[in-house]
Nanobody, 129 residues
Framework: QVQLVESGGGLVQAGDSLRLFCAAS????????MGWFRQAPGKEREFVAA????????SYADSMKGRFTIARGNAKNTVYLQMSSLKPEDTAVYYC??????????????????????WGQGTQVTVSS
């Protein structure tokens, strides 16, 4: 059974930075793309960022570009999400996901939650104004 475990969430003020971390329980997922999605109360889950299994390709939602950075860790079954210049509207539960997505897949694949096979339980990020 594969598990994804997120950590690093918390309560911060607007303008602060926060780093989320996700680790997969199986090293086989080092060949899986990994992504972050988020869901705010009363809203649908939305794409945040993704990184290819090679680590060489990243994708971001428009509202996160320039503020968030996704990268694979030294252990390739791990992924970080560095968030800076946080805004109150970034408040949400952030989910880590892993999907068997080829490195040259189109952007529309990386942003689609249906393409991801495994999900974490989520970590709460709250940004106060």
């Amino acid at each position: 059974q594969v598990q994804l475990v997120e950590s690093g969430g918390g309560l911060v003020q607007a303008g602060d930075s926060l780093r989320l971390f996700c680790a997969a329980s199986r090293s086989a997922l080092r060949t899986y793309a990994m992504g972050w999605f988020r869901q705010a109360p009363g809203k649908e889950r939305e794409f945040v960022a993704a990184v290819s299994w090679t680590g060489g390709r990243t994708s971001y939602a428009d509202s996160m570009k320039g503020r968030f950075t996704i990268a694979r860790g030294n252990a390739k079954n791990t992924v970080y999400l560095q968030m800076s210049s946080l805004k109150p509207e970034d408040t949400a539960v952030y989910y880590c996901a892993a999907g068997d997505i080829t490195a040259n897949a189109g952007e529309n694949v990386y942003i689609d939650p249906a393409q991801y096979d495994y999900w974490g339980q989520g970590t709460q990020v709250t940004v106060s104004s």
